[in-house]
T-cell receptor, first 108, second 116 residues
Framework: RKEVEQDPGPFNVPEGATVAFNCTYSNSASQSFFWYRQDCRKEPKLLMS???SGNEDGRFTAQLNRASQYISLLIRDSKLSDSATYLC?????????FGKGTSLLVTP | DAMVIQNPRYQVTQFGKPVTLSCSQT?????MYWYQQKSSQAPKLLFHYYDKDFNNEADTPDNFQSRRPNTSFCFLDIRSPGLGDAAMYLC???????????????FGSGTQLSVL
């Protein structure tokens, strides 16, 4: 079983829609959780950390369920500029483990 | 201002011809990482340094080597590139190990390697 698994998508949504991504991880001892955004042929950029209590940053909400070992990202009021690949990242020991990413395309 | 700088942005090499990718950082971070990312794949950790202490991932091919002559610079050497080594190579840094609670990675813009 892979350490971090995501639905690769693509998710095609119209502007203004709400879209949710899920991610599961296998290592119950994982400590830290993040969502990164990656544009085509660019480096991953930190979108937000994910805290146990859940956290929100503008239109983005991240939640962590340790019991079920999954993380979610909710994007409200999608913008064209949100089109990208969203990588779920989980720490395991000294390094971060990346999921393959979920591709989002927001259309006019 | 870029804090993790990778050069070159694009690199073309010939099959079997050694190539070196470079990374520098102005953050004075202890940890530097090299990741390999192939198309539609997750970034895969190749190795990392904590200061001068080197750690190679178990499945990193011997064809890949790294050097960190000082805190600021880290190099990835591919001794005999094969077609399967064509990928984006990402350098990243963190102040401490990224496994520490909420320790974030700072990425360079990557080097896209093509092997002809």
């Amino acid at each position: 079983r892979k350490e971090v698994e995501q639905d690769p998508g693509p998710f095609n949504v119209p502007e203004g829609a709400t879209v949710a991504f899920n991610c599961t991880y296998s290592n119950s001892a994982s400590q830290s959780f993040f969502w990164y955004r990656q544009d085509c042929r660019k480096e991953p950029k930190l979108l937000m950390s994910v805290y146990s209590s859940g956290n929100e940053d503008g239109r983005f909400t991240a939640q962590l369920n340790r019991a079920s070992q999954y993380i979610s990202l909710l994007i409200r009021d999608s913008k064209l500029s949100d089109s990208a690949t969203y990588l779920c990242v989980v720490t395991s020991g000294y390094a971060l483990n990346f999921g393959k990413g979920t591709s989002l395309l927001v259309t006019p | 201002d870029a804090m993790v700088i990778q050069n070159p942005r694009y690199q073309v090499t010939q099959f079997g011809k050694p190539v070196t990718l470079s990374c520098s950082q102005t953050l004075n971070h202890n940890v530097m990482y090299w990741y390999q990312q192939k198309s539609s794949q997750a970034p895969k950790l190749l190795f990392h340094y904590y200061d001068k202490d080197f750690n190679n991932e178990a499945d990193t091919p011997d064809n890949f080597q790294s050097r960190r002559p000082n805190t600021s610079f880290c190099f990835l050497d591919i001794r005999s590139p094969g077609l399967g080594d064509a990928a984006m190579y990402l350098c990243a840094t963190s102040r401490e190990f990224s496994g520490a609670a909420n320790e974030k990675l700072f990425f360079g813009s990557g080097t896209q390697l093509s092997v002809l």
